[in-house]
């Protein structure tokens, strides 16, 4: 076996890797919102400690196999090729932007039991959770869709396209969430 296909082999584990920790991401927000105790919001909380030691190594395989594949084939040149190292790095940066939110959610959930007050059942609804996840979603699926459909032109475009896409899928949960909070407010 030599280093090429070793290499493609990481590639691609790496990126089974990011879905995973974006499928118990997804998972978990999903619980979060619908969580009305303490006790099931620690318990879907607590899968959090998985993304980063899932999702770190993931995506630095994911770079570290991509670089060596483009620089031994000589693919740099390429548009979807050009797309792919910027496109991580923004997945990368969105799920940091929501970590220190996450941490400070863990311990706001601490080990207090019984119902949940409604400011914190409302800080579990956070629209930046969501927004980053469906963002992080959609940009890993378009790559792994330029990444097997080789595109040569338009892979910027695309991109770009499928960033507005994600930012835009996040939105109509900010209005949901706002009318959510002014209800509960009003009750």
Known sequence: MDLHRI???LHVAGMVGLFAALAIEGVSLRALRRATSYEQAREWAGVWSLLVPLGVPSVLVVLASGIYLATTLGLWQ???VEVAVP?????ALAGGIVGPRRNRLRKSI????????NGLKAELRDVLLVASWRFRAALLLALVFEM???????SVLLMLCV??????WGLPL?????????AEANS
């Open 7 to 9: 290499m493609m082999f």
């Open 78 to 80: 390429l548009g979807w």
């Open 87 to 91: 496109t991580l790095v923004f997945v």
């Open 110 to 117: 601490g080990t207090n039991a019984g119902a949940l007050p």
């Open 148 to 154: 097997t459909t080789k595109l040569d032109s338009g």
């Open 163 to 168: 960033a507005v896409f994600g930012f835009g």
């Open 174 to 182: 900010s209005r949901t969430t706002r009318a959510a909070r002014a």
